[in-house]
């Protein structure tokens, strides 16, 4: 087994622009799978949940950073829908195929609540209309000093911030590495699943970024499957 004391990140498949589409958006299903898998949605939904009751929210709006194909941000929409609740969720990504995929997947199942925009996460503006920014698997594609700014941009969220993402371990590698293989055909994502356990961060290095990033108090715990969820919660 390779040493994992340390981060190693290379670029992943799904990062480079000259990807073939039919080849993105296999890897796009194939992620979705993984993520359903994984009940990524189901943390983000539980703090929004929590987050909505404590605070006695009616109408809130969330904002879905790094979106890819959608799969959180349209698990989201979807449950606002069948529990009643007012909730607006837009995607931000700055991949045109991945924006264009989750945009007809939101068109099929009918859902309203939901939009989709290619955005530029790292270099756009956020404005501070947003009651929630999301953020899911996509802090480990990104170098130490993106990720503290980032989560400084996430913090003009109204109410809340919260980011899922995995945990750099051995078990989290071997789960990456035939997990992929059992629930996705997709080379693109057998290759990037254990680079990206790789790449991931430990929570004490995630601890250390937020609070560099003024997330001072942040929550941050390891859920399976060897995931961490970091939540914020405005003063």
């Excluded at 190693?8 to 992620?31: F, T, V």
């Excluded at 009643?84 to 099929?108: C, F, K, N």
């Amino acid at each position: 087994m390779m040493d994992l004391s340390r981060r190693h990140r290379e670029d992943e498949i799904m990062d480079q622009p000259g990807l073939d589409a039919i080849e993105h958006q296999a890897a796009l299903s194939g992620l979705g799978r993984v993520n359903w898998w994984s009940r990524t949605a189901g943390q983000i939904w539980s703090f929004l949940e929590k987050l909505r009751r404590e605070r006695k929210l009616n109408h809130f709006r969330v904002l879905d950073l790094a979106c890819g194909g959608g799969d959180v941000t349209l698990a989201l929409a979807r449950r606002a829908r069948s529990a009643g609740i007012p909730l607006t969720v837009h995607g931000w990504d700055r991949s045109t195929t991945a924006v264009a995929y989750a945009t007809e997947r939101s068109e099929r199942a009918g859902l309203q609540n939901v939009e989709f925009f290619e955005r530029d996460v790292l270099n756009d503006p956020i404005e501070q209309s947003y009651d929630v920014i999301a953020c899911t698997l996509f802090l480990h594609h990104l170098e130490q000093d993106q990720v503290e700014s980032l989560l400084r941009k996430m913090s003009a969220a109204k109410q809340a911030v919260i980011v899922d993402d995995l945990c750099r371990s051995r078990f989290g590698y071997l789960l990456a590495w035939f997990g992929t293989r059992i629930l996705t055909r997709s080379p693109v994502v057998h290759t990037d699943g254990p680079l990206s356990v790789r790449a991931a961060f430990t929570t004490d290095e995630i601890e250390v970024m937020a609070k560099s990033a003024g997330l001072e108090g942040a929550r941050i715990r390891r859920h399976w499957p060897e995931r961490f969820s970091l939540t914020w919660v405005q003063p």
